[in-house]
């Protein structure tokens, strides 16, 4: 059975406990084109404890608590919107051996349902989260079963992956912390265990992982965060015709050669019969309904 | 908002918990539907990018697919004249983990259980679909055993490439460069007139050998595709064309072909390069999971659906419709196939004419290309692809120096559109 606690969030009790978070920077743009996301605040009391971020572009970040003398130590992890993160959070940290930690992943409930991954678009804070540690009532060292943080904000986007590249069995703990060898210690910190793949045994391939040693520096971001995905399909005849005009003029008919886009393009009729050659042959495959059609869905691009 | 102080708070909280331990919440995990595309190709590749493009956050999308980085076939027949590498035409899959948040997974898909939708990779693992994708091109079916490291087919673009591109490059005047032309349907319906053309005038214009000849072999009644432009070519390059061959072995220790023709029986070539490309067949995948009618995939291409089991969807050159098998409209397709799942997906009726469209440039020489096109339709009557018939299809392009420089403009933005 998996432990559960039920924790109200609301901006008052955001200020019984912090006082001001940071975070929600707005994007900043790089050479014109590539956007830094910005970055948001997760909060909570532990009782003295490293918080991790596992998401599932490969990247880390992580942070410890903060000892205010109580049995509450704030915390403030700072993560981009919009990516899909894990956390764990691990207690007994301050023992040199990583077999001695208490090492709790941590799920979410919202709206009567359950994720493994956390995405925010704002702040948000966990309330306090009653974790095992040494000097409470009972506890033991290494890996626990996921303990579920209610959040009552029914606005936190989370979600399960049933194909859950890092959490391959499923069961709620992360790859990196299963011991694959049976040897007692977890692949993280486990010297023997290694897959050449994946150097950070996270479950993302080195080469897709955009911080393959969790060293919480990103490898390369030349690529990452450029194209914000949608939440849902809606249907768009126009777009499904329009796409069969990219493998020429490309996605969303911005093109990357000499040959037109044709995003925003007017007159895409007349335009189509204009150019001789394979456009003018194209272009007899359609009719004046479908060109126009495409018209509208490329006027928006 | 009702504002509550701490000592409230503390009390909800434990009320919450007896509530909890009295009547547990059934909780259910939020579980998004799980699409896995197996093939990393012009199709498999389109599919996830328009999938996750127009279905975003709403699904979880893995490719599985042997190899981390995907080589071309299309200008591949440029590496055998030296105007493009094979690094040219590699393409790795970061656009699709990094922008498009898709699961790489780079291991080979070894069995298909269709009544639970679970797949079995070669290490064991296991992975579960809602829908399945499969973009997993084509298989040879060879006459006899022999070694294709001696006998290259160069139709699937990487080593092979290479391999066929040394031993042109061992070649001396008068050497014979001995092809076939595999029984049609095969993937490319242009490439190997195209390939028969660019090593004749490589041959010929580039290493200046007045006595070498191409010979090409075609298991078809005569040139399937451009009729004009490869007759025109094959003869002033002076190749020798025989259709309606049969090939009964192919012996590797001597490079020799044996084969029949209409006329005659057991005719023999022995050649210093000897270049089969043998007849094909859907990837063995297909087989293995039933999911053929004969030796290619039965698919409604209304969304590309198997026509034996639910849920399995099959584009590119697998596929048995009567388009073309080929990357530009393996791409075509593939846009079809993600816009019909995520519309079952949503309960929405499918779009009840969809189009594909074929476009292919072919180099001639070093400095010539030709191109083919056709725009295809669905027919709900045969529940199949037809030709447009406003357009008469298909058309094609003489060869110019314009059009070679087009071809670069037309690939850069397939390939872009595939992955990137």
Redesign the interface.
């Given at each position: 059975m998996k432990k559960?606690?039920?924790?109200?969030l609301?901006?008052?009790?955001a200020g019984?406990f912090f006082v001001g978070c940071g975070g929600g920077d707005s994007s900043t743009l790089v050479d014109g084109e590539e956007t830094i996301p910005s970055t948001y605040t997760i909060s909570g009391t532990v009782p003295g404890t490293i918080i991790e971020a596992y998401c599932?572009?490969g990247s880390y970040y992580s942070t410890t608590s903060n000892d205010n003398g109580t049995t509450k130590h704030p915390f403030f992890l700072l993560i981009p919107e919009n990516r899909?993160c894990k956390l764990v959070m691990i207690t007994n940290e301050t023992d040199s051996n990583p077999a001695n930690w208490i090492i709790t992943p941590i799920e979410f409930?919202?709206n009567?349902?359950?994720?493994?991954y956390l995405s925010i678009d704002k702040d948000i804070d966990l309330g306090n989260v009653p974790l095992e540690t040494p000097g409470a009532n009972s506890w033991t060292s290494g890996v626990k079963t996921p303990l579920?943080i209610?959040l009552s904000d029914k606005k936190v986007?989370?979600?399960?992956?049933?194909?859950d590249?890092m959490d391959?069995d499923n069961d709620g703990i992360p790859n990196t912390y299963e011991d694959d060898d049976n040897d007692g210690n977890v692949n993280k910190y486990d010297a023997d265990s290694h897959n050449d793949?994946d150097s950070d045994h996270d479950g993302i391939?080195d080469?897709?992982d955009?911080d393959d040693d969790n060293d919480g520096v990103m490898d390369n971001t030349s690529?990452?965060g450029?194209?914000t995905?949608?939440?849902?399909?809606t249907?768009n005849?126009g777009?499904?015709?329009g796409?069969?005009c990219?493998?020429?003029?490309?996605?969303n008919g911005r093109?990357?050669?000499?040959?037109d886009s044709i995003a925003r393009e007017d007159g895409l009729y007349h335009e189509m019969r204009e150019d001789g050659?394979?456009m003018y042959?194209?272009a007899?495959?359609?009719t004046q309904n479908?060109v126009s059609t495409i018209e509208t869905w490329l006027n928006n691009q | 908002?009702k504002?509550?102080n701490?000592r409230e708070?503390c009390k909800?909280?434990s009320m919450?918990?007896v509530a909890?331990l009295i009547a547990p919440?059934?909780?259910?995990?939020?579980?998004?539907p799980?699409i896995?595309v197996v093939g990393g190709g012009f199709s498999g590749s389109t599919c996830a990018k328009?999938l996750?493009?127009?279905?975003?956050?709403?699904i979880?999308v893995?490719i599985i697919e042997s190899n981390?980085n995907y080589i071309s076939p299309i200008l591949s027949n440029l590496v055998l004249n030296g105007k493009k590498t094979i690094a040219d035409l590699t393409f790795?899959?970061?656009?699709h983990?990094?922008?498009?948040?898709i699961?790489?997974?780079?291991k080979t898909l070894q069995s298909i259980d269709k009544t639970n939708r679970v797949l079995t990779l070669d290490d064991s693992?296991i992975?579960?679909?809602d829908y399945l994708v499969l973009a997993t091109g084509i298989d040879f079916t060879l006459v006899n055993d022999y070694d294709t490291n001696i006998i290259p087919h160069a139709w699937i673009a990487g080593e092979q490439t290479n391999l066929l591109k040394e031993q042109i490059e061992t070649m001396v005047d008068g050497d014979d460069f001995v092809m076939s032309i595999p029984k049609s349907p095969y993937r490319c319906p242009p490439g190997p007139y195209e390939r028969a053309c660019i090593v004749a005038d490589y041959l010929k214009n580039i290493k200046g050998f007045l006595n070498s000849k191409v010979i090409v072999l075609d298991a078809n009644a005569d040139i399937i595709v451009e009729k004009d432009t490869f007759s025109n070519a094959f003869i002033s390059y002076g190749i020798e064309y025989i259709p309606n061959v049969t090939i009964t072995a192919v012996t590797g220790d001597t490079k020799t072909v044996t084969y029949n023709t209409l006329l005659n029986s057991n005719n023999q070539k022995t050649a210093k390069v000897l270049n089969i490309i043998p007849d094909q067949k859907s990837s063995k995948i297909i087989f293995d999971a039933e999911l053929n009618n004969g030796n290619w995939a039965s698919v409604d291409p209304i969304s590309y659906e198997s026509t034996i089991a639910n849920g399995i969807y099959l584009i590119g050159d697998s596929q048995g419709t009567i388009q073309p098998k080929a990357g530009?409209i393996g791409?075509?397709e593939a846009?079809?196939c993600a816009?019909a799942i995520?519309?079952t997906?949503?309960g929405?009726a499918l779009?009840t004419n969809?189009?594909?469209?074929s476009?292919c440039y072919s180099p001639i020489s070093t400095t010539q290309a030709s191109?083919l096109?056709?725009?295809y339709?669905y027919d709900s009557s045969i529940k199949n692809m037809k030709l447009?018939s406003?357009?008469?299809?298909p058309?094609s392009?003489a060869p110019s120096t314009s059009n070679y420089?087009?071809m670069?403009?037309?690939s850069?933005?397939?390939f872009?559109?595939t992955f990137?």
């Open positions: 559960r606690i039920m924790i109200s609301t901006s008052l009790l019984i599932s572009d899909d409930e919202v009567s349902s359950l994720g493994t579920t209610t986007h989370i979600k399960s992956l049933r194909n590249p391959t793949n391939e080469i897709y955009t690529n990452t450029t194209i995905l949608t939440t849902n399909f249907l005849d777009r499904l015709l796409s069969q990219a493998q020429c003029h490309g996605t093109s990357s050669s000499n040959w050659g394979i042959e194209q007899l495959g359609y479908e | 908002m504002t509550i701490r708070f909800l909280l919450s918990a909890y919440i059934s909780v259910k995990a939020v579980n998004i799980e896995v328009y996750k493009l127009w279905g975003g956050d709403s979880n893995t981390a790795n899959y970061l656009a983990s990094n922008n498009y948040k699961n790489m997974i780079h693992s992975l579960k679909y530009h791409n075509s846009k079809v816009d995520l519309r997906m949503n929405l779009y969809p189009k594909t469209n476009a191109w096109t056709a725009v339709e447009v406003s357009g008469n299809y058309k392009g420089r087009d670069f403009s037309w850069t933005n397939l872009q559109d990137l």
